[in-house]
């Protein structure tokens, strides 16, 4: 179990991480280099967390808990949602969030990547 603003503290200390509204007043996107990594719902509770996973994970992360199921509004086999109030820890969402960063990262163009780790060296 997670509130709300634990996630976004979390969220917000990723390097480069970006917070916008692109949708509106709700949901709350990270994203990392114009890329989004997270999804938030903070309009109305329950309040949940949409990451990016790998299809494997995905499958593995719905069949073990009740409150991780596909991705809402998103293509359900590379992303996740997360119940903030359900059977996930702290920890445990942390690190699908941190996953989910790095995953994008992993996507992005060379040259951000680049930029990035000399961030991470410089800090």
Known sequence: MMTLQQLTDYLDSLLQSEACYPFGPDPLVYKIRGK?????????????????????????LTSQFSSIRPGYHMNKRHWISVDLEGDVDTGMIEDLCLRSYQLVVSKLKK???????SLTLQG
């Open 36 to 60: 989004m990594f997270a999804y938030v719902s903070q309009e109305s509770a329950p309040y949940f967390v949409t990451l990016k996973c790998t299809p494997q994970d995905g499958e593995v």
């Open 111 to 117: 040259s951000d990547r680049e930029a990035l780790q």
